[in-house]
T-cell receptor, first 118, second 115 residues
């Protein structure tokens, strides 16, 4: 079974600063994806960014980028020029897929509560 | 708005009771996932259905069951409810069952409170 660990329960930064959220995972699988989800106070789950494990290039989406270190099983999220609207819970997630088709459900970490201060 | 709908939004019931949560996936999505978010357990995957058939099982209790109907909507049945079942239950849908990447779109959740 896979495990996902987020070691920072809460982080607080000033608006416009850059912040990095940590995530490590443990798996013996080769076929998987990694994700960061955002959950604002509305409780809606929003996909921020995804990374295919077979790709060496780190994924980027506007102000969001990841540092994927496959050998170290590390998957951190960097938020640049942070905004008040980035305040939310952030969850790191793992999904195993099968080469013949099909995938398991998402395995989530415990989350990091990110607070952006004005 | 993800296009996934869940009803009801809130549900308050008593221990020992049975409830049914409903999920309608996005138009065209064949796969439905159920997740539970609680203070104790965090976010955990319960079960997945694809085009009416069970495809993957997570940490779903024996007191819980689910099904996906021919019109692709899904229901999660929770019985013999306990205080610890109080949680936010999410449904997510995707086009296919997995393999090549298919994003899971989450509904707004059903908040279950067991008193």
């Amino acid at each position: 079974a896979q495990t996902v660990t987020q070691s920072q329960p809460e982080m607080s930064v000033q608006e416009a600063e850059t912040v990095t959220l940590s995530c490590t995972y443990d798996t013996s699988e080769n076929n998987y994806y990694l994700f960061w989800y955002k959950q604002p106070p509305s409780r809606q789950m929003i996909l921020v960014i995804r990374q295919e494990a077979y790709k060496q290039q780190n994924a980027t989406e506007n102000r969001f980028s990841v540092n994927f270190q496959k050998a170290a099983k590390s998957f951190s999220l960097k938020i640049s020029d942070s905004q008040l609207g980035d305040t939310a819970m952030y969850f790191c997630a793992f999904m195993k897929f099968y080469s013949g088709g099909g995938a398991d459900g998402l395995t989530f970490g415990k989350g990091t509560h990110l607070i952006i201060q004005p | 708005d993800s296009g996934v709908t869940q009803t009801p939004k809130h549900l308050i019931t008593a221990t020992g009771q049975r409830v049914t949560l409903r999920c309608s996936p996005r138009s065209g999505d064949l796969s439905v996932y159920w997740y539970q978010q609680s203070l104790d357990q965090g976010l955990q995957f319960l079960i997945q259905y694809y085009n009416g058939e069970e495809r993957a099982k997570g940490n779903i209790l024996e007191r819980f069951s689910a099904q996906q109907f021919p019109d692709l909507h899904s229901e999660l049945n929770l019985s013999s409810l306990e205080l610890g079942d109080s949680a936010l239950y999410f449904c997510a849908s995707s086009v296919a069952a997995g393999g090549a990447y298919n994003e899971q779109f989450f509904g707004p959740g059903t908040r279950l409170t067991v008193l």
